[in-house]
């Protein structure tokens, strides 16, 4: 079953940003709408779902996915280097 939605009192701007993504997108205005309806109820699962799932905010990762990058980047752990308390003292005594 389908339900009738409806939106009151749209500002004229929001209109007519909302008319030319439909236009840019080749869909009529109910078209682009359903989509955005669409697009924002699955975001909505997708989020409820917990960690590991797909980001809900375009150009985001979730920190599963930006570890498993940077392991992929740099495989093996940095060399060994001076203590950072080594290099403070070393500064502390150049003064």
Request: proline share 5%; hydrophobic share 40%.
């Amino acid at each position: 079953m389908s339900v009738n939605l409806s939106i009151k009192n749209v500002p004229d701007e929001v209109a007519e940003q909302l008319r030319l993504r439909a236009e840019r997108n080749h869909r009529s205005l109910q078209g682009e709408l359903m989509a955005i309806v669409q697009q924002a109820a699955s975001e909505r699962e997708a989020t409820r779902a917990g960690p590991g799932t797909q980001s809900f905010m375009r150009g985001t990762r979730s920190i599963e996915q930006t570890a498993a990058e940077l392991r992929k980047r740099f495989p093996a752990p940095a060399g060994v280097g001076p203590l950072a308390v080594d290099i403070i003292r070393a500064d502390r005594d150049s003064r």
